[in-house]
């Protein structure tokens, strides 16, 4: 009432309780309503207007009585005042308003709190056409429903439905109202389907109405084009209008899909160049309001992009970000409009544009103080606008202006920036965001699975394909998401990037770049990531800098090229170059051709450092990309001239040939940080997947075969980035080498270390190198004693360079492998194949510095390592060890390795328990393994047990080495070789021998005797270097000689030291015929060295003695029971070369053949065997060494004598063998040999040293040696069984052969020989050709002789010797000396010949007696008696110089034979042939005559005459011209022979006498015949009375007859003038006077 009076006072008063009463809440709904009514009055009336609205405010606020009619009532009051002529009451109605309707929702929002736990059945609303049907709606609801409508209503200028009495209305305002009730109440409309309702019906298709005059309008367009004219766009309202499309897309986007779709493709359009500029710039501001969410953006990709028929809306609004600010740049004033391309496409906007490269080479231009963008001339500030991720709007938020401002130049395009900067900032931190989840889910899943049992598999996998249906579904969002902005972003960035002049913002350009990058890359969009990189990388390098990488990718957007996104044509601006950037670089390009030099700017290097950070936080989902990141930087590194050192790292140093590079201080500090980001890039490796590691290696090798490519054909410094980046990442790896080992070492091996050029191979070398050194050294886990794959698959890359023929690479794998040794020595394992391996394939041809370095290697191993390897290994240090020997680069080393190998086998000796359990347990197992498979154990000398073989391969690469091209190898392996068998031999098992024999020694053998055979003759003049050759050696052939001497030695003496061993192996005589078949080659070798120790070799063999058996000798410890060789002569064989010295393994051993089980008794037969060989084996040799050549020529060879004694004196060790079984034929061969042997000459220059002088009676050492033999044989014939004595005679034969040599020395083929005293030995001739000299065989035939005498004595009465004639043969013999007599070459062989003959016969001549009937002497006596002739009256002129004592000497010779006659022959007449005696009486009357010649001077005569032999003749002859005890008719028949013989001779020296006598007349006579006429005188005289005494029966009358025949002739000697011959002329007389008788008839005479 108080109101009504109207009274300002009163009212205000009213008014103010009113306020009070409602604040107390004591307003009834009524008396609110009547209030309403009251306040409406007042403002009618215009009457206290402010005091209205605050009472309204309060009565509306403090409770919910006021409802329907009278709220709308109330409402309409407010909006009637909010359009009054005062401004205050203006602004306070319309604070009112808000508040009011703000109020209205609030009181809706409390009321579904009441009732939100109330669960009621919503009615079904039918499509209700009736606006005002709200009847589901409760009271506040309903309120709020009703004005809502209206309000919309209002803005549409239609009359209202519920707020009656409203006058006027502005759109601005009813804008506002409508935008604050939907941002601030939201839920409303999303609860509640009235409302949802409302906002689809009334609320979008207001606003699309309301926004027709923008799209319309294009600036510049005439009106006249369009029939109704266009409305301008209004500023207040656009703004308003992009406000409420901003609320209505943020926050019921769910609800009004198409209508936004709509809004959207609007705002896109509103970005059009032809639209005014605060147009574009409000867009913008509502655009970046959007880019601030990345969900509402994800949805808008959801609901449209990824449908099929809709709008690609997302994609839309990044393009048109991208052209707007492209338009930007190209603005028509900057002069050229042609860029703006239009595509065909109604959206488009001008081109986008990513840069091919971008250049920024600033010529000489200042750097612009205000950060900026400048492209193509165009300048563009950039403002500072908002922070980063809030979209905070300058003119969205003009809502007092009226007319639209002016844009300061520069803000549309730092908006735009910073959408595209939030853009990317929200999508990648939602989307990773969301992805960690993802993965962290996957992880908890897969571990939870993991730790659980297998049988909760099932529900794990369940568990698991939920996740993977949920995570396919948001990948596709993401990748889609991606996918439709990627395009647009590149061409924004990369043009802004180009453009950009500020620090700061390239910063924030690359940062985007490089995070979309990474997250293309997690999501695996290869295109994509690949074309961020690619500009990256472009913004890294100079501009137009030739790198194929980036021009050939498929990632990358070529320059010039135009490809669509999705239907808008995107052009591909090419960079400007003009760009005012600092350089701070300048450098050379890495390129095959030499180029001008490149620059790099700041930017350049702030790209290169994105580049890097990009590589070293997202390595893992670089994939392929690596390849262009890694090439950039080897690009950048060149530029900037950084070179590897060790480990790889990067270090600032230029090579000489860049003097063109040209750093400034500012880059000259970062180089050390650059290198070190380089570094620790890859050291960051280490923490990506097996995948992406695998990504960066192959990368790295792509790259390293580029630079290889670039390299080759020329010697520039290559780059060596990748390999030394290879190196690093393997480095820093370790850990899981495994993973990346094969291609990383395959890589360095295969085409690195195989380059040309040796800067990139040496880099290729060092990197392996130092890997597999590193890889050795790191301690893995589990250890690698414990991981034998892996420490091998380590080592094999060190194995692998073996191939590789480079020297300088082998030196490095070789000093690796010395380093490795002397770090890792003992811990190799079985890696020391590999290691030896690389050793031993060092070849000949490969320089010796590599042989040395190599060889060092190996005897470190031999010193320090051979215990700590596997023994398996053992077998290949003995082949590489061999295998250095036979390099012939470097003597030294053949020599050292071969003591090598003799230290190898003494560590065999000494480890031997221990090396055998290894091996044999190492056997099993592959024995095990082998039959597992099926196949067959492969080893050399298989059979055999395992340390067997270790040692036969130790012999086998000796026995290579002693057929070495080089004599000094040879000599010093064969010495090795037999010292090492000889010594360590007894460890071997039994049945070893047999190969040690067969494939070792005969092998040798057989090796060494075809070398020695073909050997060349010609004369090697120096040794190298000045080293002078003995002569003995100055030929291939003469030290090939040597080296067969020491092998057959070598081997004879095992067979002699170790025949024990050998003996019970089955072969054996099949070994001992081999043997003695290369004795027999050897001993007739053309060559005296070679074949003199052949024999010698023989002889060792033969002197073996049986081995004691151990029944025998029970107490001799086993080691020691080894034979002693027996040696004969001066050839000595060293017994067992060393003292046993210990006794476990070798006792045992030894042990095992004697003590525990006895070797086999080996018959006597297979004994004798073995001996037969050796005999025909001795009798090939003796006869094919002295049968004679056919030919001669000064080349001819001839045997030496030293050869032929040691070969005749092997025979008598040899016969003690084979005496059982010797015959009659042996013997003749032996005789054969003996003969030839003696009958070979000598050669002039040796005589001297073998003969004395001739004239010494001294026998060579053959001639003694042959005696020997001879002797050897008779005494075993002499106590041997009968059978064997039918061999006397051919001894005799033998003998007396030898014999005959003292006159007649043998022939020796046709050789013609000089007597050794007319050799020609003089110095003069030293060295002419050798001429041949026959030996002085007197001394043999002489000593010969004798021994036939000695034999004789000892034999005569044999059946043998008597059967075969041997006393014939003796005397056939000496017969020949007797008869030359003193034409004998030496004289005393017919002294000795005539003693010789007189023993013989003295004990022969009774046998020939006794066998006499047997006629087996029948032959011999005409011999004798020939004999005897031949010397008594020989033909030879004794010399000149003969002394009357030696003259003397030797008629008292042959009286001696005369005294035998007289004794042994003549008393035995009637056993002895007629005929024999007969020539024996003519013989001696042939004496008793002196027997003269006129031609003698006297005093010769004197000397020649024979006095004393005559008389002994005659004394024979008269002894036995009679004789009185006649026994046998064959007595008186000698007698009667003797006789007449005698009287026969008287007569004949009386008739000479008496003719001297005459015609000498008074000369007296010579006092022999004197003598002689005396001695007959008295003979006569004797003789006459002797015929007196005896029976006259008993004298033949024919004596008679003769005696008395003498008496005229003595009568006529009387004349003579000698009173001594007269005296004995009287005695001689005076028994005729017997005769006196006279004659009786002539029947008597004749009768008696």
Same mark, same amino acid.
């Given at each position: 009432?108080?109101?009504?009076?109207?009274?300002?006072?009163?009212?205000?008063?009213?008014?103010?309780?009113?306020?009070?009463?409602?604040?107390?809440?004591?307003?009834?709904?009524?008396?609110?309503?009547?209030?309403?009514?009251?306040?409406?009055?007042?403002?009618?009336?215009?009457?206290?207007?402010?005091?209205?609205?605050?009472?309204?405010?309060?009565?509306?606020?403090?409770?919910?009585?006021?409802?329907?009619?009278?709220?709308?009532?109330?409402?309409?009051?407010?909006?009637?005042?909010?359009?009054?002529?005062?401004?205050?009451?203006?602004?306070?109605?319309?604070?009112?308003?808000?508040?009011?309707?703000?109020?209205?929702?609030?009181?809706?929002?409390?009321?579904?709190?009441?009732?939100?736990?109330?669960?009621?059945?919503?009615?079904?609303?039918?499509?209700?056409?009736?606006?005002?049907?709200?009847?589901?709606?409760?009271?506040?609801?309903?309120?709020?429903?009703?004005?809502?409508?209206?309000?919309?209503?209002?803005?549409?200028?239609?009359?209202?439905?519920?707020?009656?009495?409203?006058?006027?209305?502005?759109?601005?305002?009813?804008?506002?109202?409508?935008?604050?009730?939907?941002?601030?109440?939201?839920?409303?409309?999303?609860?509640?389907?009235?409302?949802?309702?409302?906002?689809?019906?009334?609320?979008?298709?207001?606003?699309?109405?309301?926004?027709?005059?923008?799209?319309?309008?294009?600036?510049?367009?005439?009106?006249?084009?369009?029939?109704?004219?266009?409305?301008?766009?209004?500023?207040?309202?656009?703004?308003?209008?992009?406000?409420?499309?901003?609320?209505?897309?943020?926050?019921?986007?769910?609800?009004?899909?198409?209508?936004?779709?709509?809004?959207?493709?609007?705002?896109?359009?509103?970005?059009?160049?032809?639209?005014?500029?605060?147009?574009?710039?409000?867009?913008?501001?509502?655009?970046?309001?959007?880019?601030?969410?990345?969900?509402?953006?994800?949805?808008?990709?959801?609901?449209?992009?990824?449908?099929?028929?809709?709008?690609?809306?997302?994609?839309?609004?990044?393009?048109?970000?991208?052209?707007?600010?492209?338009?930007?740049?190209?603005?028509?004033?900057?002069?050229?409009?042609?860029?703006?391309?239009?595509?065909?496409?109604?959206?488009?906007?001008?081109?986008?544009?990513?840069?091919?490269?971008?250049?920024?080479?600033?010529?000489?231009?200042?750097?612009?103080?205000?950060?900026?963008?400048?492209?193509?001339?165009?300048?563009?500030?950039?403002?500072?606008?908002?922070?980063?991720?809030?979209?905070?709007?300058?003119?969205?938020?003009?809502?007092?202006?009226?007319?639209?401002?002016?844009?300061?130049?520069?803000?549309?395009?730092?908006?735009?920036?910073?959408?595209?900067?939030?853009?990317?900032?929200?999508?990648?931190?939602?989307?990773?965001?969301?992805?960690?989840?993802?993965?962290?889910?996957?992880?908890?899943?897969?571990?939870?699975?993991?730790?659980?049992?297998?049988?909760?598999?099932?529900?794990?996998?369940?568990?698991?394909?939920?996740?993977?249906?949920?995570?396919?579904?948001?990948?596709?969002?993401?990748?889609?998401?991606?996918? =439709?902005?990627?395009? &647009?972003? %590149?061409?924004?960035?990369?043009? !802004?990037?180009?453009?950009? $002049?500020?620090? @700061? *913002? #390239?910063?924030?350009?690359?940062?985007?770049?490089?995070?979309?990058?990474?997250?293309?890359?997690?999501?695996?969009?290869?295109?994509?990531?690949?074309?961020?990189?690619? =500009?990256?990388?472009? &913004?890294? %390098?100079?501009?137009?800098?030739? !790198?194929?990488?980036?021009? $050939?990718?498929? @990632? *990358? #957007?070529?320059?010039?090229?135009?490809?669509?996104?999705?239907?808008?044509?995107?052009?591909?601006?090419?960079?400007?170059?003009?760009?005012?950037?600092?350089?701070?670089?300048?450098?050379?390009?890495?390129?095959?051709?030499?180029?001008?030099?490149?620059?790099?700017?700041?930017?350049?290097?702030?790209?290169?450092?994105?580049?890097?950070?990009?590589?070293?936080?997202?390595?893992?989902?670089?994939?392929?990309?690596?390849?262009?990141?890694?090439?950039?930087?080897?690009?950048?590194?060149?530029?900037?001239?950084?070179?590897?050192?060790?480990?790889?790292?990067?270090?600032?140093?230029?090579?000489?040939?860049?003097?063109?590079?040209?750093?400034?201080?500012?880059?000259?500090?970062?180089?050390?940080?650059?290198?070190?980001?380089?570094?620790?890039?890859?050291?960051?490796?280490?923490?990506?997947?097996?995948?992406?590691?695998?990504?960066?290696?192959?990368?790295?090798?792509?790259?390293?075969?580029?630079?290889?490519?670039?390299?080759?054909?020329?010697?520039?410094?290559?780059?060596?980035?990748?390999?030394?980046?290879?190196?690093?990442?393997?480095?820093?790896?370790?850990?899981?080498?495994?993973?990346?080992?094969?291609?990383?070492?395959?890589?360095?091996?295969?085409?690195?270390?195989?380059?040309?050029?040796?800067?990139?191979?040496?880099?290729?070398?060092?990197?392996?190198?130092?890997?597999?050194?590193?890889?050795?050294?790191?301690?893995?886990?589990?250890?690698?004693?414990?991981?034998?794959?892996?420490?091998?698959?380590?080592?094999?890359?060190?194995?692998?360079?073996?191939?590789?023929?480079?020297?300088?690479?082998?030196?490095?794998?070789?000093?690796?492998?010395?380093?490795?040794?002397?770090?890792?020595?003992?811990?190799?394992?079985?890696?020391?194949?590999?290691?030896?391996?690389?050793?031993?394939?060092?070849?000949?041809?490969?320089?010796?510095?590599?042989?040395?370095?190599?060889?060092?290697?190996?005897?470190?191993?031999?010193?320090?390592?051979?215990?700590?390897?596997?023994?398996?290994?053992?077998?290949?240090?003995?082949?590489?060890?061999?295998?250095?020997?036979?390099?012939?680069?470097?003597?030294?080393?053949?020599?050292?390795?071969?003591?090598?190998?003799?230290?190898?086998?003494?560590?065999?000796?000494?480890?031997?328990?221990?090396?055998?359990?290894?091996?044999?347990?190492?056997?099993?197992?592959?024995?095990?393994?082998?039959?597992?498979?099926?196949?067959?154990?492969?080893?050399?000398?298989?059979?055999?047990?395992?340390?067997?073989?270790?040692?036969?391969?130790?012999?086998?690469?000796?026995?290579?080495?002693?057929?070495?091209?080089?004599?000094?190898?040879?000599?010093?392996?064969?010495?090795?070789?037999?010292?090492?068998?000889?010594?360590?031999?007894?460890?071997?098992?039994?049945?070893?021998?047999?190969?040690?024999?067969?494939?070792?020694?005969?092998?040798?053998?057989?090796?060494?005797?075809?070398?020695?055979?073909?050997?060349?003759?010609?004369?090697?003049?120096?040794?190298?270097?000045?080293?002078?050759?003995?002569?003995?050696?100055?030929?291939?052939?003469?030290?090939?000689?040597?080296?067969?001497?020491?092998?057959?030695?070598?081997?004879?003496?095992?067979?002699?030291?170790?025949?024990?061993?050998?003996?019970?192996?089955?072969?054996?005589?099949?070994?001992?015929?081999?043997?003695?078949?290369?004795?027999?080659?050897?001993?007739?070798?053309?060559?005296?060295?070679?074949?003199?120790?052949?024999?010698?070799?023989?002889?060792?063999?033969?002197?073996?003695?049986?081995?004691?058996?151990?029944?025998?000798?029970?107490?001799?410890?086993?080691?020691?029971?080894?034979?002693?060789?027996?040696?004969?002569?001066?050839?000595?064989?060293?017994?067992?070369?060393?003292?046993?010295?210990?006794?476990?393994?070798?006792?045992?051993?030894?042990?095992?053949?004697?003590?525990?089980?006895?070797?086999?008794?080996?018959?006597?037969?297979?004994?004798?065997?073995?001996?037969?060989?050796?005999?025909?084996?001795?009798?090939?040799?003796?006869?094919?060494?002295?049968?004679?050549?056919?030919?001669?020529?000064?080349?001819?060879?001839?045997?030496?004598?030293?050869?032929?004694?040691?070969?005749?004196?092997?025979?008598?060790?040899?016969?003690?063998?084979?005496?059982?079984?010797?015959?009659?034929?042996?013997?003749?061969?032996?005789?054969?040999?003996?003969?030839?042997?003696?009958?070979?000459?000598?050669?002039?220059?040796?005589?001297?040293?073998?003969?004395?002088?001739?004239?010494?009676?001294?026998?060579?050492?053959?001639?003694?040696?042959?005696?020997?033999?001879?002797?050897?044989?008779?005494?075993?014939?002499?106590?041997?069984?009968?059978?064997?004595?039918?061999?006397?005679?051919?001894?005799?034969?033998?003998?007396?052969?030898?014999?005959?040599?003292?006159?007649?020395?043998?022939?020796?083929?046709?050789?013609?020989?000089?007597?050794?005293?007319?050799?020609?030995?003089?110095?003069?001739?030293?060295?002419?050709?050798?001429?041949?000299?026959?030996?002085?065989?007197?001394?043999?035939?002489?000593?010969?002789?004798?021994?036939?005498?000695?034999?004789?004595?000892?034999?005569?009465?044999?059946?043998?010797?008597?059967?075969?004639?041997?006393?014939?043969?003796?005397?056939?013999?000496?017969?020949?000396?007797?008869?030359?007599?003193?034409?004998?070459?030496?004289?005393?062989?017919?002294?000795?010949?005539?003693?010789?003959?007189?023993?013989?016969?003295?004990?022969?001549?009774?046998?020939?007696?006794?066998?006499?009937?047997?006629?087996?002497?029948?032959?011999?006596?005409?011999?004798?008696?020939?004999?005897?002739?031949?010397?008594?009256?020989?033909?030879?002129?004794?010399?000149?110089?003969?002394?009357?004592?030696?003259?003397?000497?030797?008629?008292?010779?042959?009286?001696?034979?005369?005294?035998?006659?007289?004794?042994?022959?003549?008393?035995?007449?009637?056993?002895?042939?007629?005929?024999?005696?007969?020539?024996?009486?003519?013989?001696?009357?042939?004496?008793?005559?002196?027997?003269?010649?006129?031609?003698?001077?006297?005093?010769?005569?004197?000397?020649?005459?024979?006095?004393?032999?005559?008389?002994?003749?005659?004394?024979?002859?008269?002894?036995?011209?009679?004789?009185?005890?006649?026994?046998?008719?064959?007595?008186?028949?000698?007698?009667?022979?003797?006789?007449?013989?005698?009287?026969?001779?008287?007569?004949?020296?009386?008739?000479?006498?008496?003719?001297?006598?005459?015609?000498?007349?008074?000369?007296?006579?010579?006092?022999?015949?004197?003598?002689?006429?005396?001695?007959?005188?008295?003979?006569?005289?004797?003789?006459?009375?002797?015929?007196?005494?005896?029976?006259?029966?008993?004298?033949?009358?024919?004596?008679?007859?003769?005696?008395?025949?003498?008496?005229?002739?003595?009568?006529?000697?009387?004349?003579?003038?000698?009173?001594?011959?007269?005296?004995?002329?009287?005695?001689?007389?005076?028994?005729?006077?017997?005769?006196?008788?006279?004659?009786?008839?002539?029947?008597?005479?004749?009768?008696?």
């Amino acid at each position: 009432m108080g109101c009504g009076t109207k009274e300002p006072k009163i009212t205000q008063l009213c008014l103010a309780a009113i306020q009070r009463l409602m604040s107390h809440e004591v307003v009834s709904e009524t008396a609110a309503g009547n209030i309403i009514n009251m306040l409406w009055q007042l403002m009618e009336n215009s009457l206290e207007e402010l005091k209205l609205l605050q009472t309204v405010l309060v009565l509306l606020t403090t409770n919910t009585v006021v409802h329907d009619e009278s709220l709308s009532k109330a409402i309409v009051l407010c909006f009637r005042l909010h359009f009054t002529k005062d401004n205050i009451t203006n602004n306070t109605a319309a604070a009112t308003v808000r508040q009011v309707v703000t109020v209205v929702f609030e009181r809706m929002v409390a009321e579904d709190e009441r009732y939100r736990d109330i669960i009621e059945q919503p009615v079904l609303v039918q499509g209700n056409s009736n606006r005002r049907s709200v009847s589901t709606l409760k009271p506040c609801a309903k309120d709020a429903y009703m004005l809502f409508q209206d309000l919309c209503q209002l803005v549409n200028a239609d009359a209202p439905y519920w707020l009656v009495g409203m006058t006027e209305m502005t759109r601005t305002f009813g804008l506002e109202l409508l935008e604050s009730v939907l941002n601030d109440f939201p839920q409303v409309f999303l609860q509640h389907q009235e409302f949802s309702f409302l906002l689809k019906e009334r609320v979008c298709p207001l606003v699309i109405k309301l926004f027709s005059p923008n799209i319309k309008f294009r600036q510049g367009s005439s009106s006249s084009s369009s029939p109704a004219p266009v409305e301008k766009p209004y500023f207040p309202i656009c703004m308003r209008l992009l406000r409420v499309v901003s609320v209505l897309i943020k926050q019921f986007y769910s609800l009004l899909v198409t209508e936004c779709e709509i809004f959207l493709s609007l705002l896109v359009k509103f970005l059009d160049a032809d639209k005014p500029q605060w147009l574009r710039a409000v867009a913008v501001e509502s655009i970046h309001r959007l880019c601030v969410q990345p969900q509402l953006l994800r949805s808008f990709c959801q609901s449209y992009d990824m449908k099929q028929h809709s709008t690609k809306v997302f994609r839309d609004i990044v393009n048109a970000l991208g052209s707007f600010i492209q338009s930007l740049f190209l603005v028509p004033p900057t002069g050229n409009p042609a860029t703006t391309n239009q595509a065909g496409n109604n959206n488009s906007g001008g081109p986008v544009s990513t840069p091919a490269n971008s250049g920024m080479l600033g010529i000489g231009g200042g750097v612009t103080l205000l950060p900026a963008f400048e492209y193509r001339g165009t300048w563009i500030p950039i403002l500072t606008i908002t922070v980063q991720g809030s979209a905070k709007a300058t003119y969205l938020e003009m809502l007092d202006k009226v007319e639209p401002p002016t844009i300061p130049e520069g803000y549309a395009m730092s908006v735009a920036f910073h959408c595209l900067l939030d853009l990317v900032r929200g999508i990648t931190s939602m989307i990773e965001g969301e992805l960690g989840e993802v993965e962290t889910e996957c992880q908890t899943t897969t571990e939870a699975a993991s730790s659980l049992t297998q049988s909760s598999e099932q529900q794990e996998l369940q568990s698991t394909s939920d996740q993977m249906d949920k995570e396919i579904v948001s990948r596709a969002v993401w990748e889609e998401m991606v996918n =439709a902005c990627w395009c &647009g972003l %590149l061409a924004a960035l990369s043009l !802004l990037l180009d453009a950009s $002049t500020d620090e @700061a *913002a #390239t910063e924030n350009i690359l940062k985007a770049e490089l995070t979309m990058a990474a997250l293309c890359g997690r999501l695996g969009l290869v295109t994509s990531r690949d074309a961020f990189i690619t =500009a990256i990388c472009k &913004g890294s %390098l100079p501009p137009h800098y030739a !790198l194929t990488v980036l021009n $050939t990718t498929t @990632a *990358a #957007t070529l320059s010039n090229k135009s490809y669509s996104i999705q239907g808008q044509s995107v052009m591909m601006i090419s960079p400007s170059s003009e760009s005012h950037q600092q350089v701070v670089a300048v450098g050379q390009p890495l390129a095959v051709q030499p180029q001008g030099t490149v620059m790099l700017t700041s930017k350049n290097i702030q790209c290169m450092r994105t580049l890097l950070n990009l590589a070293h936080c997202h390595g893992a989902v670089l994939g392929t990309s690596w390849q262009l990141v890694l090439a950039t930087l080897q690009h950048l590194v060149w530029i900037l001239g950084l070179k590897p050192s060790s480990g790889g790292a990067l270090k600032p140093g230029r090579a000489v040939e860049g003097p063109s590079t040209v750093l400034t201080t500012a880059v000259m500090t970062d180089l050390p940080v650059i290198s070190n980001i380089l570094s620790r890039l890859f050291e960051s490796s280490q923490y990506l997947d097996d995948v992406s590691l695998h990504h960066l290696i192959n990368a790295l090798c792509s790259l390293s075969l580029e630079a290889m490519d670039m390299a080759y054909g020329n010697n520039k410094e290559p780059s060596l980035f990748a390999v030394a980046k290879l190196l690093e990442t393997g480095l820093v790896n370790m850990h899981r080498i495994e993973i990346l080992w094969r291609p990383l070492t395959g890589h360095l091996l295969e085409k690195v270390c195989q380059h040309p050029n040796s800067r990139m191979r040496e880099w290729g070398a060092e990197a392996l190198t130092s890997l597999i050194k590193a890889g050795l050294t790191f301690n893995h886990d589990p250890p690698l004693s414990q991981n034998q794959r892996l420490q091998l698959l380590l080592l094999n890359p060190l194995k692998e360079m073996s191939s590789i023929n480079h020297p300088d690479i082998r030196l490095k794998q070789l000093e690796c492998v010395l380093q490795i040794l002397q770090s890792q020595g003992d811990s190799l394992g079985p890696g020391w194949p590999l290691v030896l391996g690389v050793m031993g394939a060092i070849r000949n041809d490969q320089g010796e510095s590599l042989i040395r370095t190599a060889f060092q290697c190996l005897q470190l191993v031999v010193t320090d390592f051979l215990p700590t390897m596997p023994c398996t290994c053992l077998q290949i240090v003995v082949d590489v060890a061999g295998s250095f020997g036979l390099h012939n680069q470097e003597l030294n080393i053949s020599l050292t390795s071969i003591g090598l190998l003799w230290n190898i086998s003494d560590y065999f000796f000494q480890r031997g328990e221990t090396i055998e359990k290894e091996l044999d347990k190492e056997e099993a197992a592959q024995q095990k393994q082998a039959e597992e498979k099926g196949v067959v154990l492969n080893r050399p000398f298989h059979p055999a047990p395992p340390f067997d073989c270790l040692w036969l391969c130790l012999y086998a690469k000796l026995g290579e080495l002693c057929v070495d091209p080089r004599p000094a190898v040879r000599k010093s392996a064969g010495q090795t070789l037999f010292s090492t068998i000889g010594a360590h031999g007894t460890l071997l098992q039994h049945s070893t021998w047999h190969t040690v024999i067969w494939k070792v020694l005969f092998h040798l053998l057989d090796r060494v005797r075809e070398s020695s055979t073909t050997a060349d003759k010609e004369k090697i003049e120096s040794g190298g270097g000045n080293i002078l050759i003995h002569h003995s050696r100055d030929t291939a052939e003469k030290q090939w000689a040597e080296t067969w001497v020491l092998t057959l030695a070598g081997v004879a003496r095992i067979f002699n030291t170790r025949r024990y061993l050998l003996q019970p192996l089955g072969d054996f005589s099949r070994a001992w015929d081999v043997l003695l078949d290369h004795i027999q080659s050897a001993a007739l070798s053309k060559n005296n060295e070679v074949s003199l120790a052949a024999l010698k070799s023989f002889q060792e063999i033969l002197q073996i003695v049986s081995p004691v058996r151990d029944s025998e000798k029970p107490e001799t410890p086993p080691a020691v029971n080894v034979p002693v060789p027996v040696l004969i002569g001066s050839i000595s064989g060293p017994g067992l070369s060393r003292p046993f010295v210990r006794t476990d393994s070798i006792g045992e051993r030894l042990g095992r053949y004697n003590s525990s089980e006895p070797p086999e008794v080996t018959d006597e037969l297979e004994d004798l065997n073995l001996w037969w060989a050796a005999w025909n084996t001795w009798y090939r040799i003796g006869s094919e060494s002295t049968k004679p050549p056919i030919t001669f020529d000064k080349l001819t060879f001839i045997p030496s004598q030293p050869f032929l004694t040691a070969l005749i004196q092997i025979f008598p060790a040899l016969y003690q063998h084979i005496k059982t079984g010797f015959n009659m034929d042996d013997l003749q061969k032996l005789g054969v040999i003996l003969h030839s042997a003696v009958s070979v000459p000598i050669s002039s220059d040796a005589s001297p040293f073998i003969l004395p002088s001739y004239t010494e009676a001294v026998l060579t050492s053959l001639q003694e040696a042959v005696l020997t033999a001879l002797d050897v044989l008779q005494k075993a014939i002499c106590v041997g069984p009968e059978n064997m004595q039918i061999m006397y005679p051919a001894i005799f034969d033998q003998l007396l052969a030898f014999v005959e040599f003292s006159c007649k020395p043998p022939q020796y083929g046709q050789l013609e020989t000089k007597h050794i005293a007319n050799a020609k030995y003089n110095q003069i001739q030293l060295f002419a050709p050798a001429e041949w000299v026959a030996l002085n065989y007197v001394p043999f035939a002489e000593r010969s002789l004798e021994v036939v005498v000695d034999l004789y004595q000892k034999t005569a009465c044999h059946k043998a010797v008597v059967n075969e004639k041997v006393l014939q043969n003796i005397i056939k013999t000496l017969r020949v000396p007797l008869s030359l007599k003193y034409s004998c070459p030496s004289e005393s062989t017919w002294k000795l010949a005539v003693s010789s003959l007189l023993k013989v016969l003295s004990i022969g001549l009774p046998v020939a007696r006794q066998h006499a009937s047997s006629g087996k002497f029948d032959s011999m006596w005409p011999e004798l008696a020939n004999t005897f002739e031949d010397f008594l009256f020989t033909k030879s002129i004794p010399p000149d110089n003969l002394s009357i004592q030696e003259f003397q000497r030797n008629e008292s010779i042959d009286v001696e034979v005369v005294q035998l006659i007289s004794t042994e022959i003549l008393p035995y007449a009637n056993f002895i042939p007629k005929e024999f005696v007969g020539q024996i009486m003519t013989m001696l009357n042939k004496g008793s005559i002196h027997s003269q010649s006129s031609s003698f001077t006297e005093a010769e005569i004197d000397i020649r005459l024979r006095e004393e032999f005559s008389k002994m003749c005659f004394e024979t002859l008269l002894q036995f011209s009679f004789s009185n005890k006649v026994t046998t008719p064959q007595e008186g028949y000698i007698s009667r022979m003797a006789l007449s013989v005698l009287l026969k001779r008287s007569q004949d020296v009386l008739h000479r006498y008496i003719e001297d006598e005459r015609l000498s007349g008074k000369c007296p006579l010579p006092r022999q015949q004197v003598t002689e006429i005396i001695f007959v005188l008295k003979a006569v005289s004797t003789l006459i009375d002797s015929l007196k005494k005896t029976q006259p029966e008993n004298v033949d009358g024919n004596t008679w007859a003769q005696v008395i025949a003498l008496y005229p002739t003595l009568v006529e000697c009387i004349t003579c003038s000698s009173a001594e011959v007269c005296s004995a002329l009287k005695e001689a007389l005076v028994p005729f006077k017997d005769f006196m008788q006279p004659p009786a008839s002539k029947v008597q005479n004749g009768e008696s």
